[in-house]
């Protein structure tokens, strides 16, 4: 009878043995964190020397161009590559047709100014979506019956993006999710020579019950009412739709690939990631800072650890960046 290969009755495999020591985990650690993973999500609004909290999002504020050019040089000092600009409309600007959304002297294109002359080295990203211009709230224009006409609603997307682009954002990211608009918002660019300006897509941008609280934060919700976004914005029960989705962004010329929301779709981050092989990023949204944020206050999760554990989640998924509300204070810990 020959010896049994199982050496004794002790576990043939100790994975501890590679934790035991801080040396150890630190060799074989596969994924980081770093400041260069992040985007802050920022709302502005009209006034001066301004700030509003947003009750359903604690920490998070409205802030007037003021004072956004002093967070724009702290967020730079600190190293965050780039601010994602969210506008708060007064609704004596908001109407059917959402002009105000290109209007080249509107309050996203002055944000956008204010942040290149106050942090010149910050990329911008601004939101190419119709919402926050729309008298009812919805990301496109809307027919008798209140459907969102897609061919319509594109052409003032693209209008929208140019003139973003005119004032000097970097990068565009239409979260519209019209047909196409990737496609008429690249030939917008290229035709008026802007060929540098990057497409963020939100290709997989699911119609989820987690953007309360930016509705809240945008004053959109009410607009919105009882309406939904079903007939645009993904169903939540599908994956193969999403890889779809974000192989016709890239064919008509998205350079960048966002998922969203985060947490509850990172198989999705991954299905993008192993099959297209493209800049891939997250978006952790309201609703996840929001029910983050009320463990913490409850003193039913640790803040630090867990904040920075669900933005770790994201790398492992295979994400490249991640547009998270916790960018700020993140940074501040790992600049520590
Ligand atoms: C709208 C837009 C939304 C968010 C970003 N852009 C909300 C929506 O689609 O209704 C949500 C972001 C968040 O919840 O943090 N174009």
Not at 171 to 179: G, I, K, L, R
Request: some cysteine; charged content about 25%.
């Amino acid at each position: 009878m020959g010896k049994s290969l199982h050496r004794g009755p002790f576990p043939s495999t100790r994975m501890r043995r590679m934790r035991a020591s801080e040396f150890s985990r630190r060799l074989m650690r596969e994924n980081t964190l770093t400041v260069d993973d992040l985007i802050y999500p920022m709302f502005v609004h009209e006034g001066s020397n301004s700030r509003e909290a947003v009750g359903s999002m604690p920490g998070i504020e409205r802030l007037s161009l003021d004072l956004l050019a002093e967070e724009a040089k702290l967020l730079a000092k600190l190293g965050v590559p780039a601010i994602a600009l969210f506008p708060v409309v007064g609704d004596a600007r908001k109407s059917l047709l959402a002009e105000e959304a290109y209007n080249p002297d509107n309050l996203c294109h002055r944000a956008i100014k204010t942040i290149k002359d106050a942090a010149p080295e910050m990329g911008v990203i601004t939101d190419v979506a119709l919402d926050p211009y729309t008298t009812h709230g919805q990301d496109g224009i809307i027919d008798d019956s209140g459907y969102v006409l897609n061919d319509l609603t594109v052409e003032t997307l693209s209008r929208q993006a140019l003139a973003q682009a005119q004032a000097g954002a970097d990068v565009v990211a239409p979260s519209d999710m019209m047909d196409g608009r990737i496609g008429a918002v690249r030939e917008i660019l290229e035709d008026n020579g802007q060929p540098n300006t990057r497409i963020l897509a939100y290709s997989a941008k699911y119609a989820s019950s987690y953007y309360g609280p930016f509705r809240d934060a945008v004053g959109s919700a009410g607009n919105l009412g009882k309406g939904n976004k079903h007939s645009y914005q993904m169903d939540p029960a599908n994956s193969d739709e999403a890889l779809h989705e974000c192989a016709l962004d890239l064919e008509e010329g998205a350079d960048m690939i966002m998922v969203k929301p985060g947490m509850p779709y990172l198989d999705i981050i991954r299905r993008v990631k192993d099959e297209l092989a493209v800049p891939t990023y997250a978006y952790q949204v309201s609703g996840e800072y929001a029910m983050h944020c009320a463990a913490f206050q409850n003193g039913w999760l640790d803040r630090e650890s867990v904040m920075l554990e669900s933005l770790l989640a994201f790398k492992r998924a295979g994400a490249d960046g991640i547009l998270t509300y916790f960018a700020k204070d993140v940074a501040l810990l790992l600049n520590q």
